[in-house]
């Protein structure tokens, strides 16, 4: 991961915001009242050099998670989260400049060497990736694939990796473990090579698992059966399960808390039912509003977010979403709101929220 950020690149265009000072430069309180946070990010910044310039693709994210605990990061293509759980992961490319603080039990990874982050992956934090056809080795057998992780942490000889290998595919709901053992990720279907990621992941006990769209291209029947082997699996070794995803649907159903994130920051974080029960930030209404629902007529255009998402590399003056909402006012274009907690839990960036948030 690369170091602390101290040089953050060249100054925005005029017109638009200066980055050392995030527009929601206020940060998550470590931790609600409870036990202490395996992973704790505090004012994550993240930033790429390209041709355009510099892309400040995080200002300032915060978020904590406990153990046994699920949350949801959700927003639209672009929003930040794979970023995120990439930095956290210690996996963004050469081109990142990364700034702030990422600690799991106390620990700062920020600015530690690449050989600490590679102890450090898998051993205590996991990620499950979006397509498994891209994360799994089509020239490798599965159960190869999945030794491999095991004997890069564990002190294990080849006959007890097997045994964990076969172990694990049973664990993950995988039929005929010990024959899918010796298969090749092209032999599987899409819902048996997700399980088999999940298998990898889970192979030296992580304390917290990542799933990044884990679910996305799989058919709905698939999706919920992975989400229930997930939580399962969750409720058994009381991993800390931190989601990614576009589908607010699927964050309702399965998250305790959930964070939305609009052009790299955070904008809402509520518990799960008090969010979706009375939204405050106007995105996150109209993602709710984009939703397609059983009552729409037949054959009818689905909704959508007008507008698209701001450019990162020239970050405009005001609230970051102000283009697209439907309830925009000046001061909203003047003067980008910080995030705070507005509510005992509830935290929003907006100046004129909707819901019971509005100003009477």
Known sequence: MAGLLRDRGRRP?????????????????????????????????????????????????????????????????????????????????????????????????VGRSEHDLRDYRGRNVAMVFQNPERSLNPTMRVGTQITEAIRCHLPLDRKQARERAVELLRMVRVPAPERRFYEYPHQLSGGMRQRVVIAIALACGPEVLIADEATTALDVTTQAQI??????????????????????????SYAEDIIVMYAGQVVERAPAGELFGDVRMPYTQALLDAMPRIELEPHVLLPVVGGRPPDLSAIPLGCPFAPRCPGVQQDCREQPPRLAEHEPGRWWACWHPCGRGAPR
């Open 13 to 109: 265009a005029a017109g638009t915001a200066e980055p050392t000072e995030p527009a929601h430069a206020a940060v998550l309180p470590a931790a609600p009242a409870g036990p202490s946070p395996l992973l704790d990010v505090l004012d994550l910044h993240v930033t790429f050099r390209s041709l355009r310039g510099t892309v400040y693709a995080l200002q300032g994210v915060s978020f904590s998670i406990r153990q046994g605990q699920t949350l949801a990061i959700i927003g639209e293509s672009g929003s930040g989260k794979t970023v995120s759980a990439q930095a956290v992961m210690g996996l963004l490319p050469d081109s990142a400049h990364v700034s702030g603080s990422i600690r799991f039990k106390g620990q700062q990874l």
């Open 227 to 252: 989400m229930d082997l997930l939580l399962d699996l969750q409720s058994q070794t009381g991993t800390a399960l931190v989601m990614i995803s576009h589908d607010l649907g699927l964050a309702a």
